[in-house]
């Protein structure tokens, strides 16, 4: 099966540092947070800034973004004409690598669905930074797309 796209997505540094900061402060409960952007990453698009939220859910085992903010960051998203570029959330114990749940409540397509694990077996080897790896999920079916850094 062809990846769907892109292949490859660059994250600037400072954003990832956020949600990695966004995950331990949220341990031992799965973080979330959406990564807005000017249009979705497939189409070339960028991302712009991170916005963390509440995991309403306030579980180590699964996130639920509230829906009130999801809401307003939706309106302020499209009143912008920006997009949400990626769905992020942790992993507190496993791999980041969407589970059936992930892959199951996945509603936006055009998004990437970026997760990072707190694992300390999943951190680098080389460098002991957390393990953080970005998804096109579509029709429950998951595609990994590379993260470059950026600027």
Known sequence: MTSPGPRSVELPVAI????V???RAEDPNEACGLIV?????ADGGQALRWVPTGNLAASPFRYEIDPEALLRLTIETEAAD??????VHSHTHSPAVPSPTDLRLAFYPDAL???VSLDPAE???ATGAESLRAWRI?????HEVEIRPGG
């Open 113 to 115: 669905y970026i997760l």
């Open 123 to 125: 951190a680098d080897p």
């Open 21 to 23: 900061a966004h995950a």
């Open 82 to 87: 920006e997009v949400f570029w990626a769905i």
């Open 138 to 142: 579509l029709d429950g079916v998951a």
């Open 37 to 41: 952007g000017d249009r979705p990453a």
């Open 16 to 19: 990832r540092a956020a949600i």
